[in-house]
């Protein structure tokens, strides 16, 4: 069907040779401009502070000056900023996989009066930015002295742990048989027993997508942070101890450390990204398509 | 409380147990503190001082305030311009990866890893690779020819390299539109090429109306992601030059976190609110009619 010559761009579109070359060299250029920054950021990481500054950049720094890495971690403590990162996370883990998942029962499983309209509610708080509570909540928060803790961070974790986490099991609990636990509703089991025992575990995948977006959330946070624990270095995130890493050399900016420094930052994400993968597209195609 | 005697009030009773954290939460952590801020507005405070009773002068404030209109406009030049880029960019590379489909997952890993890049490491990699002299791009504009750019010193550039930053994560938007273009049944596909559609005519009669959904998903959530963004003009422009990257968010956090002019501040969060609700209700009672829905009703 493409034997002619194409003559308008429909034709050429049609024509398999010309398509072919058009999609490979429009993915793999734009591959290389995504790619990019991040070859930028992990040369730049290695260089010295003076090849740093040579024009034109080089791209393969030689020598490879590998203890940028060890300067940046200890520069600053950034070993504390992974505690205290680490803390937080593990108490949104907790609150976001109990708490979401038991509201999300209850929207998915029991009938009840009134349940249309709370999820809407919960909908509509996904849509909500949720920037337009940061003041008040600031003033709530320090109001009850919970400046300088990490409580405004991770408490709020505990009442439904995300009305995006709620809607994402909601929908995967509504797609679980409801034979599975008659057997158990026959034997007198309460609706807590089904939802923690037959549910619960049957929704590890889901609950998997939700444990890594919750991961990337409190890793990359940095509102946060900047709200609640700016004034107590030993209290930093590592998101807010790299933005803070930034001013630490009076007057001159390290590029070289800095760029060490994002790297290591970003290397948890990645590596979670590249063995998580298949729980990261499940949860797009639950939140993108099936809303 | 006596045990309800019914099976559907228990029933009732259950429903309301499982999802009473969230019913909590909402109130606590949501309704509470709009509410706070509804009264607020009302108010001159600085958290130090007893809180001032000044009626409608934060209002007054508001409008005769230059920055307040200069951070609405900045935000609506970031969001008029990125949203329609990223939708059009992410939906074009999403449709030429559907035809790939065993390299599939090599391009979509390369194209989405951007968007998860932490928006701390996200802003200090991005203000070196804007740097003036030594930066990635200007070496680049520099390697075709072209000059070099003060991306983040010149009011009308700093901009235009923040919607820059923000397309490179466009992957996030891109793969949604992929696993939506994955579940286009083929035989529709096959129909439309027996009628004789080329790629363009299925392209246009078939992709883009069953993308519809998914299309306005992505614009919602674009317009509200937009209106929030705060880490890249705080960490690299800090809202400058010349209040050129002053985004609304930002202007917020400065009102209530630097000058803690608490009333103020939420006020201005109160407009963005409403703002980001008009604005919704307009996309979808104007754009919302162009989306095609399959099996209504189901």
């Not at chain 1, 158990?184 to 977006?213: C, H, N, Q, V």
């Not at chain 2, 201005?268 to 979808?284: C, H, K, M, P, Q």
Request: net charge positive; proline share 6%; charged share 10%.
């Amino acid at each position: 069907m493409s034997a002619s010559t194409p003559t308008t761009p429909t034709q050429l579109l049609d024509n398999e040779r010309f398509w072919r070359i058009f999609v490979w060299t429009v993915l793999l250029v734009g591959a290389c401009v995504m790619f990019l920054p991040f070859l930028w950021l992990m040369s730049s990481s290695l260089k010295t502070e003076l090849a740093i500054f040579r024009y034109p950049p080089e791209w393969i720094p030689n020598p490879p000056q590998f203890s940028n890495y060890v300067d940046a971690w200890t520069t600053r403590p950034f070993a504390i900023y992974v505690r205290n990162t680490l803390v937080i996370l593990l108490l949104n883990e907790v609150a976001v996989l109990v708490s979401a998942s038991f509201c999300a029962y209850g929207f998915a499983r029991i009938d009840f009066p009134g349940r249309n309209v709370w999820f809407a509610i919960l909908l509509a708080t996904v849509m909500l930015p949720g920037i337009v509570t940061m003041i008040p909540q600031f003033v709530i928060f320090s109001r009850i002295g919970w400046v300088n803790t990490i409580l405004p961070l991770t408490v709020p974790f505990f009442f439904g742990g995300g009305a995006f986490n709620i809607f994402l099991l909601r929908q995967f609990f509504r797609t679980l048989p409801a034979e599975l636990a008659d057997a158990a509703y026959i034997d007198g089991a309460s609706e807590i027993t089904i939802y923690w025992r037959i549910m619960l575990p049957l929704a590890k995948p889901a609950l998997a997508t939700i444990a890594i977006f919750t991961f990337i959330g409190t890793w990359n946070d940095f509102m946060g942070p900047l709200l609640y624990l700016a004034k107590d270095p030993n209290k930093f995130t590592v998101a807010l101890g790299l933005a803070m890493f930034r001013t630490a050399f009076a007057g001159r900016t390290r590029w070289d450390l800095l760029m060490a420094a994002s790297t290591m930052m970003i290397i948890p994400v990645i590596f979670v990204f590249f063995v998580a993968q298949r729980y990261f597209i499940q949860g797009i195609a639950i939140s993108g398509l099936k809303g | 409380m006596p045990w309800p005697r019914t099976r559907r009030a228990r029933r009732a009773l259950t429903g309301y147990f499982f999802i009473s954290p969230f019913i909590f939460g909402f109130f606590l952590f949501f309704v509470g503190p709009a509410l706070v801020a509804a009264w607020l507005t009302m108010f001159d405070w600085n958290m130090i001082r007893p809180p001032f009773f000044i009626g409608l002068g934060n209002f007054k404030k508001m409008f005769a305030d230059d920055l307040f209109y200069q951070s609405l406009k900045v935000t609506a030049y970031f969001s008029l311009v990125s949203v329609p880029v990223g939708l059009v960019l992410s939906f074009f590379l999403a449709l030429l990866m559907n035809f790939k489909t065993r390299s599939i997952a090599v391009f979509r890993t390369i194209y989405y890893l951007p968007s998860i890049v932490p928006a701390v490491a996200n802003a200090v990699l991005w203000s070196f690779v804007l740097n003036t002299e030594f930066g990635l791009l200007n070496a680049l504009l520099d390697a075709i020819g072209l000059p070099k750019i003060a991306w983040l010193q010149e009011p009308e550039w700093a901009m235009p390299a923040i919607i820059l930053m923000s397309l490179w994560a466009l992957g996030a938007t891109m793969v949604i539109y992929l696993a939506g273009l994955q579940g286009i049944p083929q035989s529709l596909y096959e129909a439309a090429e027996i009628d004789g559609a080329g790629r363009w005519a299925s392209l246009v009669n078939v992709t883009i109306p069953l993308m519809s959904p998914v299309i306005f998903f992505n614009l919602i959530i674009g317009i509200i992601g937009s209106f929030q963004i705060f880490t890249a003009g705080f960490l690299i422009t800090g809202g400058g030059p010349q209040h050129a990257t002053l985004f609304y968010v930002l202007y917020i956090y400065r009102n209530g976190l630097q000058y803690f002019d608490m009333g103020y501040a939420s006020l201005l969060a109160w407009v963005l609110f409403f703002l980001i609700f008009a604005l919704t209700l307009l996309v979808f009672k104007y754009v919302g009619r162009y989306v095609y829905y399959e099996d209504v009703g189901s």
